[in-house]
């Protein structure tokens, strides 16, 4: 098995863990406030981090720190517009307008590179706006403001995805991460008690929410993601990233019994179509002499 190959099916795990947060989350805001709730998860991860990796925590240096700290700033104002957004709508509807995420890291490429993006890039958008119309509708009520915040959430993800493709070349990919989540538990803890009463939950629903997001879908997730995404490129890590929405749609439906109106479906639909369109190498699969459809697993950027 390829380095590349192995990166993919890590970061294809990572999609499930991130897409099972979604109810987990839901089910936690129910007795935590938001910024509690992220200051407790992120808190925890840093610190079953330093223990796994504390050999390596010693040798961080200037780079490593401020590289970590600007993605710790970005992740965190992500993950504020996405627990907000989570509390304030649904869990299926979350995961699939934050897998726009996905379609927004090709635009932000072409515009920080000063090109036009590609004809597929924008009808990977109109799709996803397409779908995210659908998925956000709520009867005549319009669109529910838990969709706009964390559609500005998923924006945040978008660059988390772009920066960590450029630092994880340049330093220790595990101490990247380490400070990234050490910098989103500062600002959490510090907004918690600036914003909210902090409580320490006390359900063991709860706390296994709490365990579940920040033992696996953050310490686990984002070391894998910070070691793993320098073998692939940021493209393909947006690609395996639609897969998040999705387990999100299957966790949302097991664990909090969630079900999707044909509307939503369609929005569901459409968004993962403009996904697919945003992301693969048609011109590369098309273009051989002997084109099979088997060659759409094997030929995307």
């Not at 936690?28 to 050999?55: D, G, H, Q, S």
């Not at 009808?123 to 996803?128: N, P, S, T, Y």
């Not at 002997?290 to 060659?295: S, T, V």
Request: hydrophobic share 50%.
């Amino acid at each position: 098995m390829t380095k590349k190959l192995k990166a993919e099916l890590s970061l294809l795990f990572v999609a499930i863990l991130w897409g099972s947060t979604f109810a987990l989350t839901k089910n936690a805001l129910e007795t935590l406030a938001p910024f509690n709730f992220l200051a407790i998860r992120f808190t925890i991860a840093f610190l079953m981090c330093v223990i796994i990796f504390y050999k390596k925590v010693i040798l961080i240096d200037k780079s490593t720190l401020k590289y970590g700290s600007i993605l710790g700033i970005i992740l965190f104002s992500s993950f504020v517009c996405q627990t907000y957004g989570i509390k304030l709508s649904t869990p299926a509807k979350a995961g699939f307008i934050t897998g726009f995420s996905v379609v927004i890291v090709p635009i932000i490429v072409a515009i920080l590179a000063k090109q036009l993006p590609d004809i597929k890039n924008i009808i990977g958008v109109f799709l996803a706006l397409i779908g995210l119309t659908l998925l956000s509708l709520n009867s005549l009520s319009g669109v529910n403001i838990g969709d706009i915040i964390t559609l500005i959430g998923a924006f945040g993800f978008a660059m988390q995805i772009i920066v960590v493709g450029k630092y994880t070349h340049k330093v220790d990919s595990i101490n990247l991460a380490i400070i990234q989540i050490g910098i989103v538990s500062i600002l959490s803890i510090i907004s918690t008690f600036v914003l909210e009463t902090p409580t320490i939950p006390t359900g063991s629903s709860t706390w296994v929410a709490i365990l579940v997001t920040s033992l696996l879908a953050t310490c686990v997730s984002f070391v894998i993601q910070t070691t793993m995404q320098q073998y692939t490129s940021p493209s393909t890590t947006a690609l395996i990233y639609t897969g998040e929405p999705v387990f999100g749609a299957i966790f949302a439906y097991l664990l909090a019994g969630e079900i999707l109106t044909s509307t939503s479906i369609l929005g569901c639909i459409a968004i993962l179509l403009g996904m697919v369109i945003s992301e693969v190498n048609f011109k590369s699969i098309f273009n051989k002499p002997n084109f099979n459809c088997l060659d759409l697993n094997n030929e995307l950027e």
